[in-house]
């Protein structure tokens, strides 16, 4: 195929063999996670029967993950990405171990229900710090694998195989939970993440691009962050993302919203809180087939834009049904919004620096996805529910507006 062919081939990543195998490990990994995440808050909530601890698992994994991020982005770029991954992805494999020991019979009968919870907190911060190094690594090795002009095609690939895989582990782990209890999740998590160990492990060496003895580590690690604000465009988009997300967190009150403004019970619970990964699953497939080929920068700013005004009507609305379609569409351009942010990230950002690039990009990330449910959190206590959620979409309203202002570069950026 010439390079023209492979830029219109909505299947030109999948071709790749190894992409094939960083796509398909990546996938049952975050499967694995995912059940991970979703069995650890329902069983920290069992032992200790306070809703509290269920925010302290989320702040022992945030806390490591966050310190650990611009270290780790310098540690990926002067190391080889293959054993960097494999380790990482080894070390995730034994704290499943850990904690499957943990959920046996005779822990319970020999540890009190506090000891083992505090055993859970340790293993997560432990994972959290792993999860610092091991995050970044798939998107420095997902651009050595795939040539630049299928970037585009494989950064959307690579998302839509991580939203699917974070929405069926979390869906599916509850299953588990309820069919084969803690002890057989557990084990199931382990088998998913050996085997995606296994087919990680047939990828090629990926040598570092950078001498750890060039630079000195702390001179290392800050010029990643003077190059994300250096670049306009790489800036606007992850900033944008950050702020839209931080004060557009309407999902954490979802169920605030069903129970007690909808009244739709567990059921509508259910419903509300899958509409957004619905919406963001079926864009991601469309935008494999049909990706956007021009004026990418602006769309951006019309997707998040979009989001904002989502929030604003899921806020105000009493119709079960037009809530649930307005935070579909939400997902919709949310998923929009992440496809053109990580083609932006890969394209701007020079081979020699992904992993210090990507480390500041998971800060941004992260802090949005957890620092907005907690503000949302806030701010339903301080202004009351449907005050809040109005609030938030206006407020990512008035951050696209700065943005359109202060960054016309990304605002005009093509790719």
């Known amino acids: 195929m010439t390079e023209a062919q492979l830029t219109k081939d909505p299947f030109a990543a999948v071709r790749i063999h190894e992409f094939r195998n960083l796509i398909t ?4 990994f975050i499967m694995g996670l995912r059940m991970m995440s979703t069995l650890v808050g329902w ?15 989320g702040l022992s994994e945030f806390i490591p993950a966050v310190s650990f991020a611009l270290y780790a982005g310098h540690i990926i770029d002067t190391s080889e990405k293959r054993k960097l991954l494999l380790r990482g992805i080894t070390l995730y494999l034994t704290a499943a171990l850990i904690l499957l020991l943990l959920s046996t019979p005779f822990t319970a009968t020999h540890i009190q229900n506090r000891q083992i919870a505090i055993c859970i907190y340790a293993v997560i911060f432990c994972t959290g710090i792993v999860r610092s190094f091991a995050g970044p690594v798939f998107g420095v090795m997902l651009a050595q694998i795939v040539p630049r002009s299928t970037l585009q095609n494989a950064t959307t690939w690579n998302q839509g195989a991580w939203l699917s895989a974070s929405v069926s582990g979390h869906a599916i782990g509850g299953f ?27 990828l090629k060496p990926k040598p570092a691009l950078n001498e750890r003895g060039e630079k000195k580590t702390w001179e ?23 702020f839209a997300v931080l004060f557009g967190g309407a999902v954490a009150m979802v169920p605030v919203y069903a129970r007690d403004i909808l009244k739709v019970g567990a059921q509508g619970f259910g419903f509300l809180n899958g509409a957004s990964d619905l919406g963001s699953i079926i864009i991601i497939i469309t935008l494999t087939f049909f990706p956007i080929r021009k004026n990418q920068g602006r769309k951006l700013l019309f997707a998040v834009a979009g989001f904002g005004a989502c ?9 079960f049904m037009l ?14 919004s992440v496809v053109t942010r990580g083609t932006i990230t890969q394209l701007k950002t020079p081979d020699n620096m992904r992993g210090r690039v990507l480390s500041v990009n998971s800060i941004f990330i992260n802090s949005s996805n957890e620092l907005g449910q907690f503000e949302s959190g806030v701010a339903a206590s301080i202004m ?32």
């Open 25 to 28: 490990g990546r996938f049952l």
């Open 43 to 57: 069983w920290v909530y069992n032992l200790t029967n306070a809703a509290i601890a269920i925010g302290i698992v």
């Open 176 to 202: 588990l939970i309820a069919g084969l209890g803690n002890t057989g999740t557990l084990l199931t998590i382990v088998i998913l993440i050996s085997i995606a160990l296994i087919i990680l492990s047939r």
């Open 220 to 242: 290392s690690v800050t010029e990643g962050l003077r190059f994300v604000f250096r670049t306009k465009e790489l800036l606007g988009a992850i900033s944008l993302d950050l």
């Open 311 to 319: 929030i604003i009507i899921f806020g105000l609305s009493k119709i």
């Open 323 to 336: 809530s649930f379609l307005i935070l579909m569409l939400s997902g919709a351009l949310d998923g929009i």
């Open 384 to 415: 009351g529910n449907v005050p809040s959620v109005v609030f938030g979409g206006c407020m990512t309203l008035l951050v696209v507006a700065i943005t359109w202002s202060k960054a016309p570069s990304l605002r005009k950026m093509e790719y």
